[in-house]
């Protein structure tokens, strides 16, 4: 059982560049989340998906695009990549109540020069 | 403006002390107090969790005290084990809100 997919594990890009980050999850759950974690900032959310079919903005959601593309699949796009974007990216999944576990994947770690 | 706040943000204990992470949080609609940790080149993983109707919950070695009146929450990790290493966030969230808010996260050092 895998749980929660990412990939890529690392990547870099340039200035201005684009790339999607990609999620996976093998655990029928309904609600899937990205998140990007900062030294000193903990966790912060970027988009979520309550249900196929449907996504919300979080508290970061500037410069990011998001995707629901199937019940398993939840994907991050960065259409412009900035320097502010060095982060280290988690997607997590869970059942959907609001007091429902997450669970995360290993990250991506992204670099943008 | 941040909506949970953890203190301190690295902890050093002896093998087989207490280890202690503070909370505390703003918004009185809060009410699921979960803790998280996390390895190093891992995710998060749930570690324990209350809600506000107890003022205690315990798992083992790992123990959630819940101050409402003083809108605090702590976690207590006894018998301190290196394997307990790693870095821990509490977060809070509310019914009708499906995504949880973190802290900025405690990384602690058990030391042999």
């Known amino acids: 059982n895998a749980g929660v997919t990412q990939t890529p594990k690392f990547q870099v890009l340039k200035t201005g560049q684009s790339m999607t980050l990609q999620c996976a999850q093998d655990m029928n759950h309904n609600s899937m989340y990205w998140y990007r974690q900062d030294p000193g900032m903990g966790l912060r959310l970027i988009y979520y998906s309550a249900s196929e079919g449907t996504t919300d903005k979080g508290e970061v959601p500037n410069g990011y695009n998001v995707s629901r593309l199937n019940k398993r699949e939840f994907s991050l796009r960065l259409e412009s990549a900035a320097p502010s974007q060095t982060s280290v990216y988690f997607c997590?999944?869970?059942?959907?109540?609001?007091?429902?576990?997450?669970?995360f994947g290993n990250g991506t770690r992204l670099t943008v020069t | 403006q941040q909506q949970v706040k953890q203190s301190p943000q690295s902890l050093i204990v002896q093998k087989g002390g207490i280890s202690i992470i503070n909370c505390a949080y703003e918004n009185t609609a809060f009410d699921y107090f979960p803790w998280y940790q996390q390895f190093p080149g891992k995710g998060p993983a749930l570690l324990i969790a209350?809600?506000?109707?107890?003022s205690e919950k315990k798992e083992g070695r790992f123990t959630i005290s819940f101050n409402k009146s003083a809108k605090q929450f702590s976690l207590h990790i006894m018998d301190s084990q290196p394997g307990d290493s790693a870095t821990y966030f509490c977060a809070a969230s509310r019914a009708g809100r499906r995504a949880l808010t973190f802290g900025s996260g405690t990384r602690l050092q058990v030391q042999p």
């Open positions: 209350i809600r506000p109707d107890v």
């Open positions: 997590a999944s869970s059942e959907g109540q609001y007091n429902s576990p997450l669970h």
